[in-house]
């Protein structure tokens, strides 16, 4: 069975504090994804990443960067949190071929306060 | 303008009922449709995948593409509760890397 898996469910943290988001996945992906979602604005892209130690700025970058250092590993990190990035957190991984049968972890839901 | 557009609802029907989801698009450099159901507190699933203008049919779900208008639909027969969830659409281009999503509709299916 497929699997994305990232490493909270809930997070609470604190405006200024440096927050990392992980995410595994076992099936041997080339693509990982970070997107949040907040109600009436659907799934926004924030970065993507083709290959280890590569990366690309999706449609909302600012106020995140991102790691990949490993085929299965790909962090989210927050590099000083703001209660405006309080939302749901949701990792992808995808093949090549087919391109966009993403698989989705079950999300972090991070509260900023 | 979104590059995809997909109305938000929501939709509630009765059990039993055919229901109609629909999302268009603007860019025509979009090879591959997709359709994900997010059930509550849950990442998104995915339920259909087509590269084609036409149908595509799996058990009581279809999808329907047609690139000449920029509309892409999924269809759920013989509805029931269990299919309650957010359903999204989703546009690629495996060539641009680029995978967008719709906002969602939320839809309830009665008892």
């Known amino acids: 069975d497929v699997k994305v898996t990232q490493s909270s469910r809930y997070l609470v943290k604190r405006t200024g504090e440096k927050v990392f988001l992980e995410c595994v996945q076992d099936?041997?992906?080339?693509?990982m994804f970070w997107y949040r979602q907040d109600p009436g604005l659907g799934l926004r892209l924030i970065y993507f990443?083709?290959?280890?130690?590569?990366?690309e700025k999706g449609d909302i970058p600012e106020g995140y960067s991102v790691s990949r250092e490993k085929k299965e590993r790909f962090s989210l990190i927050l590099e000083s949190a703001s209660t405006n990035q309080t939302s749901m957190y949701l990792c992808a991984s995808s093949p090549s071929r087919p391109w966009g049968a993403a698989f989705f972890g079950q999300g972090t839901r991070l509260t900023v306060v | 303008q979104k590059e995809v557009e997909q109305d938000p609802g929501p939709l509630s029907v009765p059990e039993g009922a055919i229901v109609s989801l629909n999302c268009t698009y603007s860019n025509s450099a979009f090879q591959y449709f997709m359709w994900y159901r997010q059930y509550s507190r849950k990442g998104p699933e995915l339920l259909m995948y087509t590269y084609s203008s036409g149908n595509k049919e799996d058990g009581r779900f279809t999808a329907q593409v047609d690139k000449s208008s920029k509309y892409i639909s999924l269809f759920i027969r013989d509805s029931q509760p269990s299919d309650s969830a957010t359903y999204l659409c989703a546009i690629g281009s495996g060539s641009a890397r680029q995978l967008t999503f719709g906002s969602g509709t939320q839809l309830t299916v009665l008892p």
């Open positions: 099936m041997d992906h080339e693509n």
């Open positions: 990443s083709y290959d280890v130690k590569m990366k």
